[in-house]
């Protein structure tokens, strides 16, 4: 099946820094979509993103689907975006990535 | 819209007891899966459901777990009996066609 990794796997920053979170996949696919688990454990859909660019707020993501990667960017992060955020993939029987927790420290 | 919604939020059972969560999808919502993350782990795919109908249900661990969708409408899943290594969260998913999943909040299972 498809394999889906992200990178890092671990991310500290301080409040109002920046980051790049990757997600490279294995072969082609049509859905890919990110997502905040939040320290509730409940699963938070930020975007569907099978190809080009979309922001939200202080979040954007850039998905390349030709290249097998898709990028999620935060902007002057905040506490509150602490959690593990996910990249997925895949019609239907969606394979999760390895997911990357973040921490925010004040 | 009301999205995807669980119930309940947490539940703690001890080993060998049964629970059933419940997971209503968006009104209109075809396609239903379930998917939990165990452990710390990676999130990983139960089962799919088209209307009442088992499409995939290769993610299932065991029989111990039973997924139902009596009507199309809401559906269940049930473990009996519980284990330890049932614990973690529990998500259900819908969709319209074969595109974007909305996910509910999750249930938490802790199995002592």
């Known amino acids: 099946g498809i394999q889906v990794e992200q990178s890092p796997p671990d991310l500290i920053l301080q409040e109002g820094a920046n980051s790049t979170l990757r997600c490279n996949f294995s072969d082609s696919v049509n859905n890919l979509q990110w997502f905040h688990q939040n320290p509730w454990g409940q699963l938070i859909n930020l975007f569907y993103?099978?190809?080009g660019t979309k922001q939200n707020g202080r979040l954007s993501a850039t998905t390349v689907a030709t290249e097998r990667y898709s990028l999620l960017y935060i902007s002057s992060s905040q506490t509150t975006d602490s959690g593990v955020y996910f990249c997925?993939?895949?019609?239907?029987?969606?394979?999760f990535g390895t997911g990357t927790k973040l921490q925010v420290i004040p | 819209e009301a999205g995807v919604t669980q119930f309940p939020s947490h539940s703690v059972i001890e080993k060998g007891q049964t629970v059933t969560l419940r997971c209503d999808p968006i009104s209109g919502h075809d396609n239903l899966y379930w998917y939990r993350r165990v452990m710390g782990k990676e999130i990983k795919f139960l089962l799919h459901?088209?209307?009442?109908?088992?499409?995939?249900e290769s993610g299932m661990p065991n029989n111990r777990f039973l997924a139902e969708r009596t009507g199309g409408t809401y559906s269940t899943l049930k473990v009996q009996p519980a284990e330890l290594e049932d614990s973690g969260v529990y998500f259900c998913?819908?969709?319209?066609?074969?595109?974007?999943?909305?996910f509910g909040p999750g249930t938490r299972l802790t199995v002592t």
């Open positions: 993103i099978p190809s």
């Open positions: 459901f088209v209307k009442e109908s088992k499409q995939d």
């Open positions: 998913a819908s969709s319209q066609v074969w595109n974007e999943q909305y």
């Open positions: 997925a993939v895949g019609y239907q029987k969606v394979t």
